[in-house]
């Protein structure tokens, strides 16, 4: 384990713990994660401070991002942190590019959900008026 992560121990391990190590091993500052799952850096912080856990639809989008499972970053089971592979500039490539597409469909998905929430209340409205 190289000394970004000395602080980092799986057994004692909770949900922030989970999400700052991970985040850290991707290379990703607290900023930059921040802005990929379209939410503030205060919000992003509380997660790894143990303040606050994002709901359902982020906890995927955060999982996609850092390449981990959602239950290794709820309970610290599953696919997690491994050792990082040998893999050449271009398999990284695409592995970003998926893990980018992953959380802007996920994003998408919310906002689909959104739209058609505030479209049947509009339906609903036009009916009664």
Not at 26 to 35: D, N, R
Not at 40 to 45: D, E, P
Not at 89 to 100: P, W
Not at 104 to 114: F, G, P, S, W, Y
Request: hydrophobic share 40%; proline share 2%.
């Amino acid at each position: 384990m190289d000394e970004a992560q000395d602080w980092y121990s799986e057994e004692a391990s909770t949900f922030g713990d989970r999400v700052a190590a991970a985040r850290e091993n991707a290379g990703m500052t607290q900023k930059s994660l921040a802005k990929r799952l379209g939410v503030r850096l205060a919000t992003l912080k509380a997660w790894e401070e143990d303040r606050n856990e994002p709901r359902a639809n982020r906890l995927s989008m955060l999982a996609g991002v850092l390449n981990v499972s959602m239950m290794w970053l709820i309970n610290g089971e599953g696919e997690g942190l491994g050792e990082p592979e040998m893999a050449s500039d271009s398999m990284n490539d695409v592995m970003a590019e998926l893990r980018t597409l992953r959380a802007d469909l996920v994003q998408k998905a919310e906002t689909v959900a959104r739209l058609e929430k505030r479209l049947r209340g509009l339906t609903r409205q036009n009916d009664l008026g």
